[in-house]
């Protein structure tokens, strides 16, 4: 299979159903902005190590699926491939690891400003960039299941504990505002 298919060369593309629509649709905007996401996350993991580096892969794996739900809005891909699909108990865990993750980091008393170590300003961009794709996953019709808004916004959170342990963990102190 070449990794070229000169089918978008129109300016269209396919969703998991076959059905076309222009590569400006407001579920390809969605779906560029999870892909985004992934990459930025891509690009942390590759300074980061050890626990943190194997919950970013995790959370790559979701979001492929969060990606296929979004291009399969007649739900005909989740029902056959259980790893596309977001359960609570995918929230229920990022959820957990914010707990766990917060307790290294000191009680927040003002805002702080993105930036850091190389890593912990790579997961501030994540964390705007995951924001974003939840404005756009909010807006579609028809709408996304529940849960999957859910695990998009608890991940802007997790990013948010993320970027501030790794710049702890870098020794870097945060710029507060």
């Known amino acids: 299979m070449k990794l070229y ?9 396919s969703l998991f159903d076959g059905t076309r ?38 959370i790559q794996r979701d979001l492929f699926a969060v990606g296929a739900e979004l291009a399969d809005p007649g739900g005909k891909i989740a029902a056959r491939v259980a790893k596309a699909s977001i359960a609570d108990a995918d929230v229920e865990r990022i959820e957990q690891l914010i707990d766990r993750l917060d307790l290294e980091v000191t009680p927040l008393r003002r805002f702080i400003l993105a930036g850091g170590a190389p890593s912990g300003a790579v997961l501030h961009i994540a964390r705007a960039v995951c924001r974003r794709a939840e404005r756009r996953i909010v807006a579609l019709q028809p709408p996304v299941q529940p849960v999957f808004l859910r695990y998009v916004n608890r991940l802007s959170d997790l990013l948010f504990v993320l970027a501030r342990v790794v710049n702890r963990r870098a020794g870097v102190q945060e710029s507060e505002w």
């Open 5 to 13: 298919t000169r089918t978008g060369d129109g300016g269209e593309t």
């Open 21 to 58: 629509v222009r590569k400006d649709d407001a579920r390809i905007d969605a779906c560029g902005d999870v892909d985004e996401l992934n990459a930025w996350l891509g690009f942390a993991r590759s300074s980061i190590e050890g626990d943190l580096g194997d919950d970013l892969a995790r």
